[in-house]
């Protein structure tokens, strides 16, 4: 009994569908899908999953309620102490199927089992069926996450493009600021064309005033020598006296006039030169800002077609990848139709002493077909019939 207890949970559900079927199992599919049913929690609950051969107390509480069969833990241990053949505190799938449907473990030990050559056929079988299942599990993790990654790429490749287009035209409308910055240069060199023009003016006009002044002098000169020269008249002297008295409190119209003249082109030049420095000021701003907006701009798109470019390649590896896996599904259907194949064969055998394991084996078949990416696969298939077109 230990060493039928220590084989895995499956393999003691088959040994005991093998020796009880006719006596219980032959026309009971409830039955036996309660004891697959019992395998496959089994399997769940135990730390060592599959490997599993028998459940602690705590864990055989668990099962009991996960079928209804709930206990008290006064219950739960007597039911233990019942069904714990061997007395070493754990209850193997064996010892509750000896409990629950009343054999004797002596009488199980002994039925009898696959002859040597069923056996071998049964594992070949077995198999086929493990090879399918792997191959299936594989292939469908495999396409799906193949799938999510081609899904994702394609998504980050659309908005790599999005982003290179519009750092494009950002490049293009930079030069914008190009233009902003020669309409600005063109009115800084006007400005400082008219500033010089102002310059020249104030120049002009104070040319003029010194002139005048001169003139002015001159004439204040010639007026002291002849009003001072005994050469001359009495009449002569002071007239001239007079008339540079009158000089003096009143300088000529023309030093006057150059004067003002002169006030007015100064005033002229500051402001023209003050527009100058502006429109200078704005220029070398503008451009500055044009230089900055272009060098921003080329940055950015190069950066963007860098990624544009790594995107386009992801999502050619993403796509390829998910080709690699539907090749994959492919495959597992052909693991599966050899599976299918080998059981057919099999099932198509006269019946021996293994009923149970030819149960068991085309129940877990059945289990898995279930799961068979069966949509996936014909559009699989259709999509790779469509590129072979």
Known sequence: LKALSAKPYKEQAIWFLNGYWNEIFKNDEKELENVYAWVKIHEEICPKKKKGCELNEFDAHRFLEMIGETLTVKD????????????????????????????????????????????????????????????????????????????????????????????????????????????????????????????????????????????????????????????????????????????????????????????????????AAQKAKTAADKSAAAAQRAAEALQEAKNAREISEAAEKQAIESAKRAEDARKAAEEAVVAAQEAFAQAEAELKKLLAKPVGSGQGSRWWLQREFEDMKKYMPKSKLKKIMKQKKQEAA
């Not at 696959?114 to 792997?134: F, G, P, S, T």
């Open 76 to 271: 739960m241990r007597a039911f233990l102490r019942s069904v714990d053949i061997d007395f070493n505190k754990m209850v193997s799938l064996t010892e509750y199927l000896v409990s629950k449907y009343k054999v004797k473990w002596r009488e199980l030990i002994h039925k009898p089992q696959d002859d040597a050559k069923a056996m071998e056929e049964r594992k070949a079988a077995q198999d086929a069926v493990d090879l399918a299942q792997q191959r299936t599990d594989e292939a469908t993790r495999a396409h799906k996450a193949a799938a999510e990654r081609e899904l994702i790429a394609n998504h980050e490749k659309k908005e790599a493009i999005a982003k290179a287009k519009a750092a494009k035209e950002k490049e293009i409308e930079s030069t914008k600021a190009e233009a902003e910055a020669k309409t600005a240069a063109d009115a800084s060199k006007k400005a400082f064309e008219e500033s010089a023009a102002a310059a020249e003016e104030q120049k002009a006009a104070l040319e003029k005033v010194l002139a005048e002044e001169k003139k002015y002098k001159d004439k204040l000169a010639k007026l002291e020598r002849e009003s001072k020269d005994t050469s001359l008249g009495q009449v002569k002297r002071m007239k001239a006296a007079n008339m540079l008295a009158q000089s003096k409190s009143k300088p000529t119209l023309a030093l006057q006039t150059a004067k003002v003249t002169l006030t007015a082109s100064e005033k002229r030049a500051a402001k």
